[in-house]
């Protein structure tokens, strides 16, 4: 028994997925059926594609939810969740591995999500950057500081939060954050300003397409991004899902809220980005990767 974790963006890697396309019989067929419902081959991308093909927001996103999802499917036999949870994208893997949405569905459902991103990425002038060594309070009147629009994005772990917003204002949110003590205040390379108000054009086309998919009864609660509180109800499910795209992603607050209910084992599936939070928070917590 584990809760089940499933990193989101950024946990890209050149050649994923191949290893476990050449093993396995059962991650062929459903890669099989991922270049089927996408209409084009994403396993070729995944398995030959390069950095930059990879770091594509449309690519990226049903990229690390295969990685995932598969793996999580050749294991699951052996794996009584009892509960879910994902960073950002990976809250829409956590919801097809507790049975809401069907894979077709939730890979659908990630397309989408992730072309709506894209465009609104393409329409506004947004970026994001890493603030670290500083309580979270500090990075939020840094924000505050700094003026619309920059806000606090991935409550990441203790000492990690990534802002985000226009372009101008992030440089500024992180000289400033930089004059108070931060280690580190680095503007990422990223094409967009995620889980800001800069996404809204994204999340109202994530909501036409939510509200098109069919959901189903979860078969353990899941901790949401929006407020790292566990649910087993659908329509919660469904809001807090849309407005987790210009909403921060609570993971501190997830990790401890999740300790503090009693779980004690997890399981990341396709990367050790989420473990590696874990630890800030507590080493001694038995945390596996698959």
Not at 16 to 38: F, H, I, P, Q, T
Not at 119 to 125: F, I, L, V, Y
Not at 257 to 273: L, P, Q, W
Request: with cysteine.
């Amino acid at each position: 028994m584990a809760v089940l974790l499933f990193p989101g963006q950024g946990s890209q890697y050149v050649g994923m997925g191949k290893d476990l396309y050449e093993s396995s019989s059962v991650a062929r067929k459903w890669y099989d059926n991922a270049d089927e419902v996408l209409d084009y081959k994403i396993s070729e991308v995944m398995f030959e594609g390069s950095e930059e093909d990879l770091k594509q927001t449309k690519i990226t996103q049903p990229a690390v939810f295969l990685n995932s999802i598969i793996r999580y499917y050749i294991n699951k036999d052996n794996i009584v969740p009892t509960a879910v949870a994902g960073h950002s994208l990976g809250e829409l893997t956590a919801l097809v591995a507790n049975g809401v949405l069907s894979f077709e569905d939730g890979l659908t459902l990630v397309q989408r999500r992730a072309m709506a991103m894209q465009e609104a990425c393409d329409g506004t002038e947004g970026t994001m950057a890493a603030i670290l060594g500083l309580e979270d309070a500090v990075v939020e009147s840094v924000c505050n500081d700094a003026g619309d629009i920059v806000v606090a994005a991935n409550y990441n772990c203790p000492g990690q939060l990534v802002i985000s917003g226009s372009i101008d204002k992030i440089e500024t949110a992180a000289e400033l954050a930089k004059e108070r003590g931060a280690k580190r205040a680095l503007v990422l390379n990223v094409n967009g300003a995620f889980h800001s108000p800069l996404m809204m054009s994204a999340q109202n086309t994530l909501k036409d397409a939510i509200e098109q998919t069919t959901f189903h009864d979860p078969t353990c609660p899941i901790y949401q991004n929006v407020n790292a509180i566990p649910t087993t109800d659908l329509d919660t499910i469904k809001s807090n899902l849309i407005e987790q795209l210009t909403s921060p992603v609570r993971w501190t607050q997830t990790m401890h809220n999740m300790i503090s209910d009693g779980h004690k084992d997890y399981i990341e599936f396709g990367a050790k980005v989420l473990s590696g939070f874990f630890k800030r928070v507590d080493r001694k917590l038995d945390i596996t990767q698959l």
